[in-house]
């Protein structure tokens, strides 16, 4: 068993667009606390903002940061009161970045992603936002931070749980009948794991609105119309698709400004808009549209309990993982592999590191 008391190497953030891999103390687990290795972590789309320093004072509340918050791993040590949850050393697990205080009246009703202690460390933290995260050979979460996962799912297909049970939040939260037309803004992972929950979900027509060869993927992996928005008014598309009506369900994950106007620009009469991406600015909305159409507008944070829930969809393939890994490096190369993802380069959507 290797040496928990030295040294890991982790991916550090010392201030905006200032990162190195750095020796740092391997983290001790503290009470309901785990200490995990970590065999596969992936890029979110979240994490350039976070490196570029977008959200100042926020993610991170304070430099050094070590980020990541995707990954799949083995327990490794259990910290005082975890093995009464039944963990111990060799369970498989992956992560989820809320650990919520578990007591609160938002967490008590389940909806612990807005737990009312966020951004108090004593009862919430949130790995590789604003404390520690995985992009490291270890990396210490919450018992309530981890889900449990199946001997025969591959470690990079679990790295996804956390994503993919955040496309599935988003998506139920559109309020999709079977059947009905559903709009997907964005072809990032975000938007190409939230076209399979909305397909899973009863979705009859899924019209996905991105860029490139995204779109190729969007289209194996289920998305019925394609419509690249450098290439054509995407407005104008969905609504010539949707006989001028416009679609009762939107999933908005791209998070631009004009997305976001579209978003209510092509939602149909009584429809909902459902929103993960995170603008960066603020966004003026067409409240007259919103009014008089009666359209639910409807914002998505992390998730609320769906990783049990995708697990099973996501080993039979009704949610398709390996088609959006496109490359992996070791941790060593992490900034090869942020380039790569940021770039897009030769088609670049899930970008694996092995710590
Ligand atoms: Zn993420
Ligand atoms: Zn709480």
Redesign the pocket.
Known sequence: MADLTGQMQAMVLHGPNNFSIDSVPIPKPGRLELLCRVDAAMICGTDPHIIKGEYPGFWPKEFPQVLGHEWAGTVVAVGEGADTFGFAPGDRVAGTSHN?????M??RRGR?NL???YGNEA??KHYGHNYDGCYANYVVHGIRGVIRIPDDMPIEIAAAIDPVSIAMHTTKRANITPGDDVVVLGSGSMGLFALQCAKVLGAGRVIVVGSGERLDIAKSVGADEVIDYRKSNALEEVLKLTGGMGAPSIIECAGTPKSIQDAVEMCYRGGTISAIGIPIEHVPLNVKKIVLDEIDVRGARANQNEQEEIIPMMMDGRIETQKLITHTFPLSEFATGLDIFNNRTGGAVKVVIKP
């Open positions: 919520s205080c578990g007591n609160c938002m967490c612990y737990c009312i202690h009862f919430h």
